[in-house]
């Protein structure tokens, strides 16, 4: 080999250990800012894609059997909170309200008749107690005719026939004064009886009258529940019921989904689970928007349980042919409410969820109970004070002067 060659040689395995040498310082410096880059950033999140949308799918289902004559509401339609939705035919409803109406207005009026009979009785009472004084006042005149008339019957004055009718007309006075004592008293405990059931009550609170006031109630509501409010402001889901459809009470017909109110489930890992604590800010980015839209949220709760231990048929860990699989975690994260008007979601939706858990000093389950409803709707409250009104009316307009 030439000089020249040995020298091209060497030129060469130099440049080459340049090279290396800048690969490998390149390498070592990208690993030290990934390190510092994931010390720094990356070791304070937990992120996953498993995260879908979920909202509370309120059923809408009939409290009573009917069949459906009007359906005033579609998929995809916006509902407000006690809108009608679907109609069931009234008719056997109304005939059993106006039953029980008429049986009210009846009861009513029997009931004044147990409170009018307690005067009634009064008075009669009083007129048994004047039979009974006058029936003594007999007697007693009659017992005076027969003492006075005795001395004479020896001596001749007063005949013996005499004698015997006045003695007659005692005894008489005698049993009438029996007759008088025992009507009285059983004027006494007519009264009585007729008292104790009207004593303490008015004729409104009258047991009689109650039981068929509820009678009336139940049946008002009967009719009320032929309409089908919307319990809940909304989105129309899952319509399934169909016009003339026989439907009984519990079938679902229709859903209503807020979609104002949704939250986002998602899974973490099992491994995941120690660094997340309640109260966390969550960045959200939906699918159906993409990067371009981003969510703000926080961790409101951490399930129970893994998914697995919840499934219709959970996985049997004790048996033979055992595999370890990782669990996960729900993990349920609330949205901004003005964020999911600007950028509305559906449930169901895909999500990707990164937690910001640099702050562990937050709670890994709650410690304290739910002080108010978690949901609530006053829709039905109307029907149940409508009733009331109408078994008022009912007992105002037939009680005269017992219900004054």
């Keep these: 080999m030439s000089t020249q060659e040995s020298a091209i040689a060497v030129e060469r395995s130099s440049t080459r250990k340049k090279a290396l040498s800048a690969v490998t310082a390149v390498v070592i410096v990208g690993a030290i800012a990934y390190a510092a880059y994931w010390a720094l950033v990356l070791n304070h999140y937990e992120s996953t894609d498993n995260a879908y949308v979920q909202g ?14 009007a359906i005033n509401a579609d998929d995809t339609d916006h509902v407000k909170a006690g809108q009608l939705l679907v109609k069931l035919d009234p008719a056997d409803a109304q005939v059993a309200l106006e039953q029980a109406q008429a049986q009210l207005a009846q009861t009513v009026r029997e009931v004044r008749t147990l409170y009018a009979n307690n005067s ?8 048994r107690e004047a039979d009974l004084a006058r029936a003594q006042s007999e007697l007693a005149r009659a017992q005076d005719d027969v003492a006075r008339r005795t001395p004479l019957l020896d001596s001749g004055a007063v005949g013996r026939e005499e004698f015997n009718h006045t003695t007659t007309q005692a005894a008489s006075a005698k049993s009438s004064v029996a007759a008088a004592q025992s009507a009285l008293l059983a004027a006494r405990e007519q009264l009585a009886a007729n008292q104790t059931l009207t004593d303490g009550v008015t004729l409104a609170q009258h047991p009689n009258v109650l039981r068929a006031a509820v009678k009336l109630r139940e049946s008002y509501l009967a009719l009320k529940r032929t309409e089908l409010l919307a319990p809940v402001d909304g989105f129309v889901a899952k319509r399934s019921v169909q016009l003339g459809q026989r439907v009984q009470a519990g079938a679902p017909l229709l859903s209503v ?11 973490f890992k099992e491994s995941q689970l120690s660094s997340l604590r309640l109260g966390q800010p969550v960045e959200l980015v939906a699918d159906v928007y993409g990067k371009k839209v981003s969510y703000k949220g926080q961790i409101d709760g951490l399930g129970a349980g893994t998914g697995a231990a919840f499934a219709l048929l959970p996985a049997q860990n004790a048996t033979g042919n055992w595999i370890k699989v990782v669990q996960r975690i729900p993990v349920r994260i609330t949205l901004d409410a003005k964020e999911l008007v600007a950028h509305p979601l559906r449930v169901g939706l895909s999500m990707e969820a990164r937690v910001d858990v640099s702050q ?5 389950l709650a410690d304290a109970s739910r002080l108010s409803a978690q949901a609530q709707t006053k829709v039905f409250e109307q029907g149940n004070t409508a009733a009331d009104e109408q078994v008022r009316k009912i007992i105002a307009a037939n009680s005269g002067r017992a219900g004054k």
């Excluded at 979609?259 to 899974?267: P, R």
């Excluded at 562990?360 to 890994?364: I, K, R, S, V, W």
């Design 120 to 127: 009634t009785l009064v008075a009669q009472i009083a007129l």
């Design 257 to 267: 989904i807020a979609l104002h109110q949704v939250w986002i489930e998602a899974n």
């Design 56 to 69: 509370n799918v309120v059923q809408l289902t009939p409290q009573v059997g009917g069949t459906v004559v």
């Design 360 to 364: 562990t000093d937050g709670l890994m």
